[in-house]
């Protein structure tokens, strides 16, 4: 039976190149804007379907607007 550290090197002589991580991080500045204008109800619905494709490839950014709908809440 090889070793499980045999099995990890072979994969990543394999495909090391591909496996990359993804930074966390907040939404950019474009990419804000449209959260707000979702939260508040004022982004187009046609622009909506992009949106939420963007928000499943980046769930970390459900946090950042979770935090914008409640201080919307707070503020009213």
Do not use: C, H, S, Y
């Not at 500045?29 to 449209?34: F, G, N, S, Y």
């Not at 204008?37 to 979770?66: C, D, K, T, V």
């Amino acid at each position: 039976m090889p070793d499980q550290f045999e099995i990890l090197a072979r994969f990543l002589e394999r495909f090391g190149d591909e496996v990359e991580g993804r930074e966390v991080g907040d939404p950019g500045d474009d990419t804000r804007a449209r959260l707000k204008q979702l939260a508040r109800g004022e982004l187009p619905e046609a622009e909506q379907a992009e949106l939420f494709a963007r928000l499943n490839r980046n769930p970390e950014w459900i946090a950042w607007l979770a935090r914008e709908v409640k201080a919307m809440r707070a503020g009213n």
